[in-house]
């Protein structure tokens, strides 16, 4: 069964501008959880989404913003990027909401200029 | 408000030293704990999950163990591979809310030296 995937792995971006994140879910899992890693903050929760619901959401900028397709599979956007939002972006899958045991994907490394 | 703390922050061993890393919770009515072990700009590995106090599983050179307000990641024997940082986390009956379903600490990072 394939795992968590995460697209792309890599990306720099300048300050001002704005970025999309996609993440697709292992086959069956319908809730997906967005985290943002820094060395400083460790992993901080950005938003979970469930049947294309956002069910919770962490203590973000408004610019942090996210949605779910009816085939699980989430993006997450940035809008108007500042420096401190370089991070390692991770998103994990879940059979559903609450549901123990978490799956991570890679991350998409965003470096911000 | 739910709480995870790890310690140490690095640890370092030579091959083949035995070691314990702990992690210390807070959390309104424990569901489940989590160990997850993390390489350098990768997504965390889950490795184990732990239910209730006493409970104990293993996983080749890792073992995991649970109380009512801690739990041990015992490393026997280390080997160089098992280099990373290793990441506590739990869920508890209060999931949810700006915190997410998760709490996770802010990791160990272990150095196993040949």
């Known amino acids: 069964k394939a795992g968590v995937t995460q697209t792309p792995r890599y990306l720099i971006k300048t300050r001002g501008q704005q970025v999309t994140l996609s993440c697709s879910p292992i086959?069956?899992?319908?809730?997906v959880s967005w985290y943002q890693q820094t060395p400083g903050q460790g992993l901080q929760f950005l938003f979970e989404?469930?049947?294309?619901?956002?069910?919770n959401k962490g203590n973000f900028p408004g610019r942090f913003s996210g949605r779910q397709f009816s085939n699980s599979r989430s993006e997450m956007n940035v809008s108007t990027l500042e420096l401190g939002d370089s991070a390692l972006y991770l998103c994990?899958?879940?059979?559903?909401?609450?549901?123990?045991?978490?799956?991570f994907g890679p991350g998409t490394r965003l470096l911000v200029l | 408000e739910d709480q995870v703390t790890q310690s140490p922050e690095a640890l370092r061993l030579q091959e083949g030293e035995s070691s314990s890393l702990n992690c210390s919770y807070t959390?309104?009515?424990?569901?489940?704990l989590f160990w997850y072990r993390q390489d350098p700009g990768k997504g965390p590995e889950f490795l184990f999950t732990?239910?209730?106090a006493g409970e104990e599983k293993e996983k080749e050179r890792l073992k995991a163990t649970l109380t009512k307000k801690e739990s041990f990641l015992h490393i026997t024997a280390p080997k160089p591979e098992d280099s990373a940082t290793y990441l506590c986390?739990?869920?508890?009956?209060?999931?949810?809310?700006?915190?997410?379903?998760?709490?996770f600490g802010k990791g160990t990072k272990l150095s196993v030296k040949p």
């Open positions: 732990l239910y209730s």
């Open positions: 086959s069956g899992h319908r809730s």
């Open positions: 994990a899958s879940s059979l559903v909401p609450r549901q123990e045991t978490q799956y």
């Open positions: 986390a739990v869920l508890g009956a209060n999931y949810g809310g700006s915190q997410g379903n998760l709490i």
């Open positions: 989404y469930f049947s294309e619901t956002q069910r």
């Open positions: 959390v309104s009515g424990l569901r489940g």
